[in-house]
């Protein structure tokens, strides 16, 4: 008996969802970066390119296990406790045609690597950087974070008596050009979200609000699935286009739009949903973070958007050829050249 062949979605390279996936998750089943790996191997699919014309870099947590479980055929480095840009830093320098996706958590960037993802920020390193945020160090089984919320009750650690930090303001005001929050339980959103990072030419902050089901697991966290749902507060409905015929051809409903034009050429399409939000006012979007979080929302969606100044790579005027396939008897320099090196230093 014939059996029917299964027809299989191939993307612009010809590939297929599978040819982008990873090994089986081994974080606790429900957890939320599973929900952000997911969305993340769809954007990519979706974007068109090979999954080795990207590298996944990560530091230490349970954020920083989960780049394992997607894009098996990526480069990837799994790096120190807070030390993920430094990492990306350098991986930019090496290669600058690869795409850096870089992973980490709540403790890995608020905590020991706030310095780092602050200088990140300021010398506009292209990458997309992630934040999966959900209040508490689940690695180690369930410690108060830096973004966990003033007065959190936890089973083993007691009360939380000091106020969190809002990595996106901390993002905004270190100088991002693309600030987003997201909520993992929100896919559409999320990996709409993640393509539009990707085609950012600068550094893209994405804070996503990631439930920890083990530890961070009351109903009353901020970081809870309940509290998600509850008080998650859309901007606009969001849509990532890869050109202008995509977007003329992309059936709206009715409503107020907005049509955002990307350094690369792609497009974001903003629908107004609540509010009058303008994501490329500055000061908007500050005003808006004080008010969430004096009142305990998480307004989600694209924050504030501009066009990125120069990459770090462009600053430096790297060449086309990447510095990390130039073979080594090109890089090492003669004895003749060192000789005339330290003549030269007399």
């Not at 606009?236 to 034009?261: C, M, Q, V, W």
Request: aromatic share 8%; hydrophobic share 35%.
């Amino acid at each position: 008996m014939e059996t029917e062949a299964r027809t299989v979605d191939l993307n612009l390279c010809g590939l297929a969802l599978g040819d982008y996936k990873g090994a089986p998750s081994t974080l606790c089943p429900g957890c939320g970066h599973n929900a952000i790996s997911a969305q993340v191997q769809n954007a990519v699919w979706e974007l068109g390119l090979p999954p080795e014309r990207y590298v996944k870099i990560s530091g230490i947590g349970c954020s920083s296990k989960s780049p394992n479980y997607f894009l098996n055929r990526s480069f990837g480095f799994n790096g120190l406790h807070g030390r993920m840009p430094t990492l990306a830093t350098g991986a930019c320098f090496a290669d600058a045609s690869i795409h850096i996706l870089g992973f980490s958590g709540d403790g890995d960037t608020a905590s020991i690597g706030m310095g780092h993802f602050k200088h990140v920020i300021r010398r506009n390193v292209p990458m997309t950087y992630i934040i999966e945020n959900n209040g508490c160090y689940g690695l180690t089984k369930g410690q108060f974070s830096a973004t966990s919320d003033l007065g959190l009750v936890l089973k083993h650690q007691g009360v939380n008596m000091l106020p969190p930090l809002d990595m996106c303001m901390e993002a905004l005001i270190s100088g991002a050009t693309f600030v987003a929050r997201a909520y993992s339980g929100d896919a559409k959103q999320l990996k709409e979200l993640i393509k539009a990072a990707i085609s950012q030419r600068g550094i893209a902050i994405i804070d996503v609000i990631s439930p920890c089901v083990t530890f961070n697991n009351k109903d009353d966290a901020l970081q809870s699935y309940t509290w998600g749902r509850d008080n998650e507060a859309p901007l606009h409905d969001f849509k990532h286009f890869s050109n202008k015929e995509d977007l003329d051809a992309a059936d709206f409903e009715p409503g107020t739009y907005r049509e955002i034009k990307m350094q690369d050429g792609t497009y974001m399409v903003l629908k107004k949903i609540e509010k009058d939000y303008d994501p490329t006012d500055r000061s908007a979007a500050l005003d808006l973070l004080t008010e969430s979080y004096k009142n305990k929302y998480f307004a989600t969606g694209l924050i504030y958007f501009s066009e990125a100044t120069a990459t770090i790579q462009e600053l430096y005027d790297l060449p086309e050829e990447p510095l990390n396939r130039i073979s080594s008897d090109r890089l090492r320099p003669t004895k003749n050249m060192l000789t005339e090196i330290n003549r030269s230093l007399y």
